[in-house]
C-alpha cells in the first residue's frame, strides 16, 4: 500500500511541478512585488492548509516580512496576501479573496478546482494543487489518502522558492 500511495504521490508533486510552472512563477511575482515595494505579505491558510501558514511563519526558513492574516490587519496597497485551502471553492476562502479584491488587494492562492468556481476566478494568481480525490482506491469502491497538507506545503515551498530567487535579483 505504501509503495502505491508513493508512487501515486510523486507522480501528483510531479504534476504540480510541471503544469503549475507558470502560474507558481506568476505567483512568486507578484508576491515578491509586494516585498520589493517594502509591503509584507500575509498568508491565510484555511481548515488544513493552515499548516501553510505555520511553516511561513515559524519553520526553518522563512521569508522576510511575512505574517499570518487576521481580520483585523490593515492591508496597504504594497502589501500582497497568500491564501491557500483545500478546494478553489471554499467558502471562507472565497470571502476573503472577494474583501481583497474589492480593496484591489493583489493576492495569489493556492487550492485543487473542482467543478464549481471558486476563488481562481478572483485572485491575481491561481496555483492548482490538481488534488480533488483520494490517491488510491479503497474496499468500498471510494477513494483514499487524500495528502492535502503534504501537497500544499510542497506547493508553497515551490512558490517560496521562486520568491526567494527574485529577491536576490534585487538585493
Do not use: N
Amino acid at each position: 500500500m505504501s509503495k502505491m500511495f508513493m508512487t501515486q504521490l510523486t507522480g501528483l508533486l510531479k504534476r504540480i511541478s510541471e503544469k503549475e510552472e507558470f502560474p507558481i512563477e506568476d505567483a512568486g511575482r507578484l508576491l515578491a512585488q509586494g516585498l520589493i515595494s517594502e509591503g509584507i505579505l500575509y498568508i491565510k491558510g484555511f481548515g488544513e492548509m493552515a499548516v501553510i501558514e505555520k511553516e511561513a511563519i515559524d519553520g526553518a526558513e522563512t521569508l522576510s516580512r511575512i505574517q499570518c492574516w487576521t481580520p483585523s490587519i490593515q492591508l496597504s496597497e504594497a502589501d500582497r496576501v497568500l491564501i491557500a485551502s483545500r478546494f478553489a471553492d471554499d467558502l471562507g476562502a472565497i470571502e476573503l479573496a472577494k474583501k481583497l479584491a474589492a480593496k484591489g488587494i493583489p493576492f495569489a492562492a493556492i487550492a485543487s478546482k473542482r467543478e464549481e468556481s471558486g476563488i481562481e476566478g478572483l485572485a491575481d494568481a491561481f496555483i492548482d494543487m490538481r488534488l480533488t480525490k483520494g490517491l488510491l482506491p479503497d474496499d468500498e469502491g471510494g477513494r483514499t489518502g487524500f495528502p492535502s497538507s503534504i501537497v500544499g506545503l510542497y506547493t508553497y515551498f515551490l512558490l517560496k522558492m521562486t520568491i526567494e530567487e527574485i529577491m536576490s535579483e534585487y538585493v
